[in-house]
């Protein structure tokens, strides 16, 4: 064993390299250990509904038309500005809103809103939220409750 | 310091982790499905016909995606390769991002029906393999279906009235044939049919270790073991007693209408049966649907090779001369014990009295308008062991010594509980005498036989004895 102790070209020992190339390989592998854990906390994909979905094509929406979409709460405005997508859950309590001549009424503890989602009236902490509208590659309109737009943004599709 | 042997064990097995670490990590980064969505990607922004479209595709998002379906408790993942399913640009690529086939997708939007709900697969897996449900190593028991079977899904929720107006053709196809090849004849279909097969109920998704796969030629699923069952009953399962007589795709239609036998049910506002047209069942499609896979159209008797026993003919004219709608009716009833005719009265094989007596009508409508001579039995003593010599010289060669029948023998069973206590014993008196015509039962009172009238009072005594243990 002289020759090793002999071995100093790199400023370590043959021995010494070993040593700490193994343990730095062992630090290494369970540091990646480690990360592979806590990767399993956060997941790609959870067992629930989707937040963002298709509503169909721009021409199912017609300028001037309101349209309710009650399984997925909200509603889809079109007017000469453009498409835009308004939630119809009151900030409230949860209860659905509905469509009146000003506005919205909330059927549950009487807020109201005016066009824009804004509330004039009731206990209702904040307006209605707006939501982001993308278009599909395939050509249909994709709302995606997950994001808000502010108030008034509304963009034409063809 | 630490020997050598352990530090070099040390970095072994270090270099070792951090190598699969390094592979885990490149197939986490790297799925399978993930170059497909490139390509998918690639090819919308190569083909985009303004710079709007190209700005579009080229944002399209690399993405992990998934149609949960709350209601039925799936989640297929199936778009993360097939991403072109819905689009109609891609109606002329290739797999797996291609445009679906025909105008299904337009009533059954992909995020609201998922993929597995029609063509099965495992859902929620995110490689092909595992996907598809493809080879025993990935245990899965309904694989993707194949496209010639594919419509049995259909009738989870539409009937087959609609089917066979739209889109579901091979279903309804499948279902007709069913019903006119008498499959019911010897198996039951909830709770109505005979015992000789297996009964069908929820045959379409039973676990694939419910069938005998060693004789299956490929892949063995259930779909394949169907179809080569149909091909050739006895190649599968050599005990088989069934009997097919199908043409040319005909296999598959039955294979299809098999696999729309499934337990479980789609949630309400996914299901679109209509139960206001109830199949229409008249004497001749119950004929059919029972009697027709042994008896045939009932004119001729048959020797039938499986079952290695003549079938009577049931229809035959001569027959119907001497049986009379209330005899027909007890033998459809209690059935020939001892012989492959079950009882299908409502308690066993579980057909109604209305049905039956719609079948007996069917049959009675090929009687003869003449009567038989009658014989007048009543006016004759039987004489046993005279009918014993006569039994043994005329009738032992067709119906056995002991009078069973059955196999390798043209006659039928003269032990049975109809012979024995149902019929009319003027009936036999008759049928000895006249024979029946288009059976090899011959007239035994006019020559060559001339048996005299006092013989066949003698024989009929013989014969009826049995059920006392005669004729032993």
């Known amino acids: 064993m002289k020759n090793e102790t002999q071995d100093k070209e790199g400023g370590v020992s043959r021995r010494d390299f070993l040593a700490l190339s193994a343990f730095a390989t062992a630090i290494l592998a369970g540091l990646g250990i480690m990360a592979g854990v806590f990767r ?9 509904e989707s937040r963002s979905f298709k509503i169909g094509k721009p021409e199912n929406f017609p300028v001037g038309t309101a349209t309710k979409l009650a399984d997925k709460k909200i509603f889809v405005f079109s007017d000469d500005n453009g498409i835009f997508a308004i939630s119809c859950v009151c900030t409230h309590l949860g209860c659905l809103v509905y469509e009146t001549e000003t506005g919205f009424q909330c059927p549950c503890h009487g807020s109201k809103f005016n066009m824009a989602g804004k509330v004039v009236g009731g206990p ?17 309109l994709v709302v995606d409750t997950a994001r808000e737009v502010p108030a008034g943004t509304k963009n034409r599709y063809s | 310091m630490y020997s050598r042997f352990y530090l070099s064990v040390l970095l072994i097995s270090g270099l070792l982790v951090l190598a699969y670490l390094g592979f885990t990590a490149y197939d986490s980064f790297m799925p399978e499905w993930m170059s497909y969505q490139f390509e998918y990607r690639d090819y919308l922004t190569k083909n985009a016909k303004d710079d709007a479209a190209k700005k579009l595709a080229r944002a399209l998002p690399l993405e992990f995606t998934q149609v949960y379906l709350g209601e039925m408790n799936k989640v297929d993942r199936c778009t993360n390769c097939h991403m072109g399913v819905e689009n109609p640009l891609m109606e002329n690529t290739r797999l797996p991002y291609k445009k679906h086939s025909g105008n299904y997708l337009v009533n059954h939007p992909v995020d609201k029906f998922g993929c597995t709900v029609c063509h099965e697969g495992q859902g929620s897996a995110t490689n092909t393999k595992e996907a598809h449900g493809k080879g025993h190593d990935t245990h899965w028991d309904t694989p993707i279906l194949p496209l010639a079977y594919v419509q049995s899904s259909c009738a989870q929720c539409h009937d087959t009235n609609m089917l066979s107006k739209s889109g579901g ?12 090849k008498g499959c019911k004849g010897c198996h039951k279909l909830k709770g109505v049919g005979g015992d000789l097969g297996k009964p069908l109920d929820k045959v379409g998704r039973q676990p694939i270790a419910y069938f005998t796969m060693k004789h299956i030629v490929g892949e063995h699923t259930v779909f394949n073991w169907l179809k080569q069952h149909f091909d050739d009953p006895r190649a599968i399962a050599p005990d088989s007693a069934m009997k097919v007589k199908l043409g040319e795709g005909e296999a598959d239609l039955l294979t299809t209408y098999m696999l729309t036998l499934r337990p479980d049910e789609k949630p309400k506002s996914y299901r679109r049966i209509n139960f206001n047209e109830p199949p229409v ?18 004119k001729k008797s048959l020797y039938d090779e499986v079952f290695k026993r003549t079938v009577p003919a049931i229809m035959n004219p001569s027959l119907l001369k001497v049986m009379d709608d209330t005899n027909l009716d007890k033998i459809l009833k209690e059935g020939r014990t001892g012989t492959q005719m079950t009882a299908w009265k409502k ?18 409508a090929n009687r003869p308008a003449d009567r038989p001579e009658p ?19 005329r009738c032992a060669v067709c119906h056995g010594t002991n009078g069973k029948g059955g196999e390798d023998m043209l006659g039928v069973s003269l032990r049975s509980k109809v012979v024995q206590k149902m019929i009319d014993p003027e009936v036999l008196a008759i049928t000895v005498r006249d024979g ?29 004895d049995f059920q006392s243990g005669g004729g032993k």
């Open chain 2, 281 to 298: 069942q008249n004497g001749e499609t119950l004929y059919k649907s029972y009697c027709s896979a042994c008896h045939g159209d009932g």
């Open chain 2, 375 to 393: 014989f007048r039995l009543a006016e004759f003593k039987g004489d046993l062991s005279h009918g014993k010599e006569v039994y043994d010289l």
């Open chain 2, 347 to 364: 308690t066993a094989a579980g057909l109604t009295d209305e049905q039956i007596k719609e079948i007996v009508t069917y049959m009675a």
């Open chain 2, 436 to 464: 029946r015509a288009d059976t090899p039962m011959p007239a035994f009172g006019s020559d060559p036989f001339g048996m005299s009238k006092q013989d066949i009072a003698d024989v009929v005594a013989y014969i009826k």
């Open chain 1, 124 to 140: 209702a902490p904040r307006g209605l939220p707006w939501f982001e509208i993308t278009q599909d590659i395939d050509g249909s």
């Open chain 1, 40 to 48: 399993f906390f956060k997941s790609d994909a959870k067992y629930e």
């Open chain 2, 169 to 180: 053709d091979k279903v309804a196809k499948g279902e007709a044939l069913f019903m006119e």
